[in-house]
């Protein structure tokens, strides 16, 4: 039980180190720093870095392979908003994933094919759920919009985290995901159907008042 839970401190400081230092900037040294345990000890978990990053890379992947998964079957409105704001919530909490991707690709090339098939199911399930709600009546648009709609929704998820760090000026009092999940509702603005858009607009609202 004493080794998972140092393998879980190990994980959790080297995650709050990455979102708030940036990938280039943390070594397992500083990690163990950061814990209060020796470099030894640390090894005796994770032999390297890419180690600890692998492994907080697959925790990542298996929260967001459930957010994929939980809205397979979504036709409401509602349903697809939960599973958006919570898609948010896991990218905002492993930030370092997307926000430096680049880095993580150049030092850990064999996760690239990974983060790839990811994507590929983030952006088919996205797809089948904007038909969803189109069958549904929820969203009034022909096909290619809702193809490109569902490309623009993954494309504002991935690259959120880099966004809005270049943000000059960004609303107070609302959560990284909260925000984003706003930003993010407002794409489908154009294409809500009359009888849905009042919900649309009382979901938006919960996220500025």
Known sequence: ???????????????????RDGLAGVTTHRIATELGVSQGNLHYHFRTREAIVTALFRRFESRLSACI??????????D????????YEVIDEYQFVYRDVAYLLTEYPALESDLQALTARQLVATRNQMQRLRSA?????NEEDAE????Q???SMTCWTTFKRMMPKRPKG?????????YTLTLLSPFVSEPSRPYLDYLRHKYVS
């Open 1 to 19: 039980m004493t080794a998972v839970r140092t393998r879980d401190r190990i994980l959790d400081a080297g995650r709050l180190l990455f979102n």
């Open 69 to 78: 998964e939980s809205h397979a079957d979504a036709d409401a409105l509602d």
């Open 80 to 87: 697809w908003w939960l599973t958006l704001h919570l898609t």
């Open 137 to 141: 009546a929820v969203l009034r648009m």
């Open 148 to 151: 490109m709609l569902a490309l």
């Open 153 to 155: 929704l993954v494309f």
């Open 174 to 182: 609302h959560s990284d995901a909260a925000l984003a999940t706003y």
